[in-house]
């Protein structure tokens, strides 16, 4: 049974995903910076650079996108590595002999252009764009400048694969227009899939419509928010319920599933009570080992995940296990543990780019190719794209995983002013919504009417000036006071709470 939770703050949208009481899944939106992911502009190029064969296009964000070659000429993302294409469009690519084409005979200087973010801004780096946009519905993706027909190649039935394609074929889509039969579409019939395409024809028929009228740059079609997201592409058969705590995205989410999948309305439920919704189901405790660099295993062996700016590192250890009768069998105890694990933090903190997991040496090929086949299992229930190499003569397996958002230590760290970029230390963002989470909790467990928070200089500043809004919405929802000291003294990840009895 997978059960999802989404926590609505004014800051920060959590969402954590159980499948059978196990944590499994966590995502993390933050109003700032704002998520472009999906979004749709209208922008104009900005330069043209021949030598990286890429574009630059302003979308008015003050940071240009780049757009590449192949992302103007090549499929999406989407199409190349999980849809089995099945129309007869000639091919994208130029015939075998012919000169290959420049960027700069297909875009100009000044030339306003419709694009879709498909990358965020990560460090320096603009967001990635293309031309090939997409849009997702709970069972279809509509691609609007592609005629291209295809299936998800993670339906593996040949019988369903036909009967979904009978299907499109009688609901007769435009023949200017693509579509793709997404993974959640296996065993949904005529009616879903149709009212699927036509809440996604009027999405594109409104955007066409602002793109006509707005003058570049500007924002065409924003992609909806995490709550938003997670309905439309997670709920399926196997998700029993979905439980938020916001009233406001409640009815957003509702309204969402009448357009789209009114029978799935059921599933959902309003979050009411006074005590965090995260806090009462254990997942804060859980949410903290996300930002430990050591995962303590089972059975005493350990996984240490150290990310450098080239690459995630991941060492398998056997710790304090030592309960098999030789080295051989401790080490292939211990690996098994951590090619299980070792997926499931992945997902967690959203890693990605190129990972190396060093497990522990084994001579016994048999164990290697178990140890192997059980990570490749675990990795299989992984959304984004990866590709594994088999164990090498030194135990290591170098990995790869789609990277398309920032991972979550990236969100949640800044570089620490106290070791001068030697370590991290949380955003003062990060710690300032951790202690206005401590705040609340304070006043509810205490019934005390004054709460006194003691904390670092800079963020005491952040709550008196940035974050005083919602420190005044607690006084008011509890009705009492907050008192704020500043202590140069404490590290800035300390928060010190003490209810107090009122004056």
């Not at 006084?475 to 140069?488: C, F, I, L, S, T």
Request: with cysteine.
């Amino acid at each position: 049974m997978k059960e999802i939770l989404i926590n609505v703050e004014p800051m920060e949208t959590r969402v954590a995903a159980m499948v059978d009481g196990v944590f499994e899944e966590f995502y993390v939106e933050r109003s700032t910076p704002a998520p472009l992911l999906g979004n749709v502009y209208k922008g104009r190029v900005a330069s043209i650079v021949p030598g990286i064969r890429a574009a630059f296009v302003d979308l008015g964000l003050g940071k240009n996108g780049f757009l590449y070659l192949n992302d103007i000429v090549g499929p999406t993302p989407e199409v190349e590595e999980l849809v089995q294409v099945e129309d007869n469009r000639p091919p994208a690519a130029p015939l075998s002999g012919a000169p290959p084409p420049r960027i700069q005979d297909l875009v100009r200087v000044g030339q306003e252009i419709l694009i879709q973010v498909i990358k965020e801004p990560i460090g320096t780096k603009g967001p990635r764009l293309t031309t090939h946009l997409t849009l997702p519905g709970h069972f279809m993706v509509l691609m609007p400048m592609d005629a291209t027909f295809g299936l998800s190649k993670r339906i593996d039935d040949p019988k369903e694969r036909d009967r979904l394609r009978g299907i499109v074929k009688e609901l007769k889509p435009p023949s200017d227009v693509g579509l793709i039969i997404r993974t959640a579409a296996e065993g949904a019939n005529r009616r879903q899939l149709s009212r699927d395409v036509r809440f996604l024809l009027n999405l594109w028929k409104r955007i066409k419509a602002r793109s006509v009228q707005a003058a570049a740059p500007a924002l065409i079609h924003e992609e909806y928010n995490l709550p938003l997201r997670i309905v439309r592409d997670n709920l399926s058969d196997d998700v029993k319920k979905i439980i938020i705590d916001s009233k406001q995205e409640f009815h957003t989410l509702m309204r969402f599933l009448s357009q789209t999948e009114p029978l799935m309305r059921s599933r959902v439920e309003l979050y009411q009570q006074d005590v965090s919704m995260f806090e009462k189901k254990g997942l804060e405790k859980e949410l903290e080992k996300i930002y430990r660099r050591k995962i303590d295993l089972p059975s005493g062996g350990t996984v240490v995940l150290e990310q450098t700016e080239s690459l995630v590192a991941i060492d398998v250890n056997s710790g304090r296990f030592t309960g098999r009768r030789n080295l051989e069998e401790t080490a292939f105890a211990t690996n098994m543990e951590a090619a299980r694990e070792i997926p499931r933090q992945i997902r967690l903190r959203d890693l990605g780019g190129i990972l190396i997991i060093d497990f522990i040496d084994m001579l016994s090929n048999s164990h290697k190719q178990k140890v192997f086949n059980t990570l490749q299992n675990a990795i299989r229930k992984d959304k984004a794209k990866t590709n594994l190499s088999f164990l090498s003569e030194f135990g290591l397996v170098e990995m790869t995983r789609q990277r398309v958002r920032r991972s979550l230590e990236s969100v949640s760290f800044q570089e620490c002013p106290m070791c001068q970029g030697r370590g991290s230390i949380r955003s003062i963002v990060t710690v300032s919504i951790l202690a206005l989470r401590q705040i609340r909790s304070a006043f509810h467990t205490s019934k005390k009417p004054v709460v006194e928070v003691t904390v670092h200089p800079d963020l005491a500043s952040r709550l008196f000036n940035e974050d005083r809004a919602s420190l005044v919405a607690i006084e008011n929802q509890h009705k009492g006071k907050v008192v704020v000291k500043a202590d140069p003294t404490l590290h800035p990840e300390t928060v010190k709470v003490q209810p107090l009895e009122a004056a």
